[in-house]
């Protein structure tokens, strides 16, 4: 119970006096992380769980207060980090621990925008061993069962692993005295990159050995993101020394509405979705939400929209799609016409589709957006889009092309747009993030939209949002 956190430690030569409350507090909040009754009794599926194959990290620490389920220790300071595998098993040679190694930290590199590159020799960032017993760390591995494995944080990010396991790299192997490395890996690579261990039993970092491992949990990815890509945004939004940025004038309320119809985002999906003056915009039927970052709504939303954008005639009863033109002003459509915008959302210009150039058997555009990557206005109908200049007004040869196009993306899409640097697209309750240079969705899409962007609590339907499907 100490090992893990849960009983304190002596300090020097005294050592705490443990009661029988004590220890029953001790055992109920070990069932509380584990998922078992917290009864606070030594029964018989607590007296399972001692026995069964763990990690040595602590589950409680210093880090116990928390308001969200996956813990955060400290993450690197970089995005490139080296990694060594310092030798093989007594059962597993050592191009089958670099084989899992490599495939475990291609696991987790795109959830923190990660970078992995392996040395043969010299110091790294995380270096991989496997020992046996008291091995210098101060932590002694206990010989075959309970702990397998233990890892260390940034910025020392070694991990051990028990040389008396018997390891393989079967998940499927039906002898139970075989660890599968991979699994293993995987976690442990986890706390190598700053989580400490999660109470969701489906998540990577749940304490407790069990396989097979094949996708993070989105807890997992929600810690990762936390951990990493706050600064990683901030880089990307950094605005060359030669530019100057202009001040979000997206108009402010004191009090949101108090309305039972506002729909609720962690449970419905959206009528598009749009970056306008660095916020993130989201229409669902007649209202408005605006974040100033990822699941951090800004005060007085959700409202109306016709509250925000002045002008707007109230027949329009659903915006399609909007985007934020090269100019700064911003266009919103609905059906075959568009009402244009200035930066303080004030209605100053209208007119339709087809002054892009697009045929007129077009009855709607359903998205639009600029993209960073070429400076181009896309201009997307269903199965099909086209990409229009802003200096020449005119669409660029060669178009119409088809959205299979944008590889491993389902469309129709229901909106794109770009934040920190990146393209997104959204369909339903499900969203990808595009490489451009790649031409394709990265390979760890789609994620549920609701609980990235708009901070909804996970849910175990989730995990049917990170199939790249056409449902």
Not at 57 to 64: E, F, L, M, N, P
Request: charged residues 25%; contains cysteine.
């Amino acid at each position: 119970m100490r090992r893990y956190g849960y009983l304190p430690e002596g300090s020097g030569d005294v050592d705490y006096a443990y009661t029988p409350h004590s220890i029953s507090a001790a055992v109920k909040k070990m069932q509380e992380f584990a998922g078992l009754p917290p009864t606070g009794m030594l029964d018989l599926a607590t007296k399972k769980l001692f026995k069964k194959r763990r990690c040595g990290v602590k589950d409680i620490g210093d880090t116990s207060s928390r308001h969200r389920r996956y813990i955060l220790r400290q993450g690197w300071n970089k995005r490139s980090i080296t990694y060594r595998i310092i030798n093989g098993s007594s059962t597993l040679e050592k191009a089958r621990v670099e084989e899992g190694m490599a495939h475990g930290l291609s696991v987790w590199a795109p959830h923190g925008g990660l970078q992995f590159y392996k040395l043969d020799d010299g110091a790294a960032d995380i270096e991989v061993s496997f020992a046996s017993g008291d091995h210098g760390d101060g932590f002694p591995f206990d010989g075959p069962g309970r702990v397998v494995a233990h890892a260390f944080p940034p910025p020392h990010g070694a991990m051990h692993f028990d040389d008396d396991e018997i390891w393989g790299s079967d998940p499927e192997a039906e002898d139970e005295d075989v660890t599968d490395f991979f699994a293993v890996a995987v976690h442990e690579i986890g706390h190598a990159l700053g989580l400490s261990h999660s109470s969701v039993k489906a998540s990577v970092m749940y304490p407790y050995y069990q396989v097979p491992v094949e996708r993070l949990h989105m807890d997992d990815i929600l810690g990762m993101q936390e951990l990493y890509l706050k600064d990683q945004l901030a880089e990307a939004t950094e605005a060359p020394a030669n530019e100057i940025l202009s001040t979000p004038q997206v108009p402010r309320f004191t009090k949101a509405d108090d309305d039972d119809d506002i729909p609720d985002l962690c449970f419905t999906n959206y009528d598009t979705l749009q970056v306008i003056q660095g916020m993130i915009f989201v229409f669902e039927e007649e209202w408005v939400w605006v974040f100033r970052e990822r699941r951090q709504l800004e005060p007085g939303y959700p409202r109306r929209y016709h509250e925000v954008f002045v002008g707007l005639p109230e027949h329009v009863n659903a915006i399609r799609t909007i985007y934020e033109m090269r100019n700064r002003n911003i266009r919103i459509f609905a059906g075959r016409r568009y009402w244009e915008f200035d930066r303080s959302f004030h209605l100053i210009n209208k007119g339709t589709i087809y002054e892009y150039g697009i045929p007129r058997q077009i009855a709607e555009l359903t998205t639009v957006f600029v993209s960073n990557y070429n400076n181009k206005t896309y201009l997307i109908e269903y199965e099909q889009f086209w990409r229009y200049d802003d200096e020449t007004k005119t669409i660029d040869r060669g178009y119409p092309k088809e959205m299979s196009a944008w590889r491993q993306v389902p469309y129709p899409v229901d909106s794109a747009l770009i934040w920190k640097g990146d393209t997104y697209f959204f369909r339903g309750p499900r969203f990808w993030r595009f490489d451009n240079t790649l031409v394709r969705a990265h390979e760890y899409y789609p994620l549920p939209t609701a609980q990235i962007w708009f901070d909804c609590p996970t849910s175990p339907d989730m995990d049917r949002y990170v199939v790249n499907d056409d449902s």
